[in-house]
């Protein structure tokens, strides 16, 4: 058993919903490893420190006791995922300069972000991947496991929206 540290955002689907009225609820349906956060109505966050036999493990039922609880709510994000520079050099314990001389130096072999602007966002796990595979840094193998799943829980949130008849052209025209 590992431990796995992450945060799952949802949305109420109801902006009249106090989430107030979920939190003993979640509390007492599995989710007493988790700091609830309800700051705005309509939207519940569990920041959720979780032993499990995997990241997977850990997400998965997660999100399935938050289901069982509140079964309208939709996952909106798991973190650690999205990241900027400011955030990845918090998560690595080392200054943003650093990070970002990291990434301008070899942009040859560095990760791609998925949005590029003011500021850039990339995946952790890709940022994560890159740093132990090209710059031999000592990766936390949990903070890798848990950013690789919650990528792919974010991504196929995002997938959902693409419309089935297009999904295989898009996808060949992407990858």
Known sequence: MSEYEFTLKFNLQNSHVDPNEYVEQLYENGCDDALIGIGAKGYIALDFIREASSAYAAVSSAITDVKNVIPQANLIEATPDFVGLTDAAKI?????????????????????????GTPSIWHLADI??????????????????????????????SWQKIAPDLQANIKALVV
Do not use: H
Request: proline content about 4%; overall charge positive; charged content about 25%.
């Open 92 to 116: 690595l314990g080392c200054s943003r300069q650093n990070i970002r001389n990291l990434l301008v130096k070899d942009q040859s072999k560095s990760p791609l972000p998925v949005y590029e």
């Open 128 to 157: 994560l991947i890159w740093l132990r595979e090209e710059k031999t840094y000592s990766i936390d193998d949990s903070l890798l496991e848990i950013a690789k799943i919650n990528m792919n829980f974010n991504v196929a949130r």
